[in-house]
């Protein structure tokens, strides 16, 4: 599977500057993280200087915060688009763990900020409302799924759409977070990528396992 580079090429030399300085502060940001990643490095891979980033992201904490609702609004805003309402529960079901699992493999910056964020114990998660608001849309896409299953008597009514995020995210999430260290002990350092459509076929069984009736 081909792994999503954050931008074109094409589109970043099209971009305005500021377009620039925050495609660069993603990767930056999934490189070295808040505390490693530089004001002036960010400069310096969008072409331009540290005052001007300064100009229209004000100061380092600002700027990652930003990236930070970026990353989780393209995940549930791509996520909302699947229309898995006109679906049959357990096709709606599948299809979500298999587009969850390969948008974790296809945007690894993505992730990686995530992890940054996590060793930061949520730091700016905690302080935004907005990423709060935005991620609800996780849960409630489930639980109409699950709610549809449930009334057909396909899924488990103890099941909650907390705990099925949960086991599809932990999935999906492994995967990129601890390819390099699962690949070199276990899988010989083979690419991750090689081993992509094994592990979502596992994550689909294991999901429609654990909400079975």
Not at 24 to 30: H, K, R
Not at 46 to 51: C, L, S, V
């Given at each position: 599977m081909e792994?999503?580079?954050?931008?074109?090429?094409?589109?970043?030399?099209?971009?305005?500057?500021?377009?620039?300085?925050?495609?660069?502060?993603?990767?930056?940001?999934?490189?070295?993280?808040?505390?490693?990643?530089?004001?002036?490095?960010?400069?310096e891979?969008?072409?331009?200087?540290?005052?001007?980033v300064v100009y229209h992201f004000k100061s380092?904490?600002?700027?990652?915060?930003?990236?930070?609702?970026?990353?989780?609004?393209?995940?549930?805003s791509c996520e909302r688009q699947l229309n898995l309402s006109?679906?049959?529960?357990?096709?709606?079901?599948?299809?979500?763990?298999?587009?969850?699992f390969d948008f974790h493999a296809t945007h690894p910056d993505f992730i990686r900020i995530i992890c940054m964020e996590n060793m930061q114990?949520?730091?700016f998660v905690k302080e935004s409302a907005y990423l709060r608001e935005i991620n609800r849309s996780a849960l409630e896409l489930l639980e109409d799924v699950l709610t549809r299953g449930q009334e057909k008597q396909l899924f488990n009514k103890l099941v909650t759409a907390k705990d099925v995020h949960r086991l599809i995210s932990s999935f999906s999430f492994y995967h990129v977070a601890n390819s390099y260290t699962f690949s070199n002990f276990f899988e010989d350092g083979s690419e991750p990528v090689d081993?992509?459509?094994?592990?979502?076929?596992?994550?689909?069984?294991?999901?429609?396992?654990?909400?079975?009736?």
């Open positions: 792994t999503h580079e954050i931008y074109l090429p094409e589109r970043f030399d099209d971009a305005s500057l500021k377009e620039k300085i925050f495609f660069s502060a993603i990767s930056l940001f999934a490189e070295f993280g808040l505390n490693g990643a530089r004001m002036e490095q960010i400069a891979k969008a072409n331009t200087t540290k005052r001007m380092k904490e600002l700027l990652y915060v930003q990236v930070l609702e970026y990353v989780y609004t393209q995940i549930r006109h679906q049959p529960p357990v096709e709606a079901m599948v299809e979500l763990v298999e587009w969850t114990r949520g730091r081993s992509t459509a094994h592990y979502r076929e596992m994550a689909v069984k294991v999901v429609l396992r654990y909400i079975g009736p």
